[in-house]
């Protein structure tokens, strides 16, 4: 299988200071990755290489096949904050778009049902929310069935519902083959809605993999929550030493390596115990910890 996009030692400089540093990356045709970091660790200038919108030091990219510029009917991109002509009309701005595009502008209505603008297609922009505006950007996005799409923050300005449908239509976009990179500093969204992960951190790549690689790597400790029948609160502890009364029960932290010894501890006592909740480190815990570890 041919990666939609391949970044190999990509650098980039301005005025001497390296917004890029030896970053290396792919992303396979269906594949849905988070690209993560804090404000100024690359994010940006990392996604104007992959549209060709500035060249890149040193390195190789390879975006569909060419060169980054060269196949922009394959690539779409949205930014965090789309712009639009305010008198248009969401179905207008559309149609504009998809005859810049060559594309048929029979299907703009059925571009603007599928991300939930069909109702206020005929309304002009200038009335439409910044959530309802970041919705036309999605539209102009698919135009065109683009192999890639490159967005940027693409959620701001989403109330949760529309949250919850924008990922399951790129469900749907990665399911049919499409590539897609996004930036995002919603950690809990991306958390259940991505297949792998990228940390940058000061220009570099400091970790990547999927959510379980990556807490095997950072080795984060496991929080237990327990809730003790009435009366066992005091056994629970004296056989589990580590733990500590919060919030109405018994919490308990243990190393990735002694979790199954300890969930078999808790077992043998199960008939003072009526819950159990296993924590896993969420991914702000990951991202924390590989950015600290980079000195950020």
């Known amino acids: 299988m041919t990666s939609t996009l391949t970044i190999s030692h990509l650098t980039k400089a301005f005025g001497g200071v390296k917004a890029l540093s ?16 804090h404000n100024g660790a690359g994010k940006s200038t990392l996604m104007k290489v992959i549209l060709g919108l500035i060249a890149p030091d040193g390195g190789e990219i390879s975006v569909c096949g060419a060169a980054p510029g060269k196949a922009r009917s394959q690539v779409a991109y949205l930014p965090e904050n789309a712009a639009f002509h305010s008198a248009l009309t969401g179905l207008e701005q559309i149609t504009y778009y ?8 029979s299907g703009a ?23 309802m505006r970041q919705r036309v950007g999605l539209a102009q996005a698919l135009i065109g069935h683009p192999r890639l799409l490159v967005l ?8 949760p519902v529309s949250r919850r449908d924008f990922y399951e ?17 919603a950690l809990t969204e991306v958390e259940a809605r991505t297949d792998r992960l990228l940390i940058l951190s ?6 990547e993999g999927s959510l379980p690689e990556l807490r095997r790597e950072a080795a984060l400790p496991v929080s237990m929550q327990i809730t003790a029948l009435n009366g066992y609160d005091t056994d629970i502890m004296a056989a589990l030493p580590d733990a500590i009364r919060l919030n109405g029960g018994l919490h308990l932290n243990c190393t990735q390596e002694d979790k199954l010894a300890t969930l078999a501890r808790i077992s043998a006592m199960q008939e003072k115990v009526t819950d159990l909740e296993v924590i896993p480190p969420s991914l702000e815990d990951i991202y924390s910890h590989f950015s600290r570890r980079d000195g950020q």
């Not at 603007?112 to 959530?131: E, F, M, N, P, W």
């Not at 940027?152 to 109330?159: F, Q, Y």
Request: proline residues 3%.
């Open 169 to 185: 239509l790129l469900d749907g976009l990665a399911a049919d083959g499409a590539s897609i990179l996004l930036s995002s500093h």
């Open 109 to 131: 209505m059925e571009l603007l049902d599928r991300v939930g603008l069909g109702h206020a297609a005929k309304r002009r922009i200038c009335t439409y929310s910044k959530g």
């Open 22 to 37: 030896d970053v290396s990356l792919a992303v396979e045709p269906g594949e849905r990755v988070a690209l993560l970091g």
């Open 152 to 159: 940027d923050e693409p959620t701001s300005g989403l109330d």
């Open 202 to 207: 000061g220009g570099r790549m400091v970790a």
């Open 98 to 105: 998809m005859r810049l595009r060559g594309e048929a502008v």
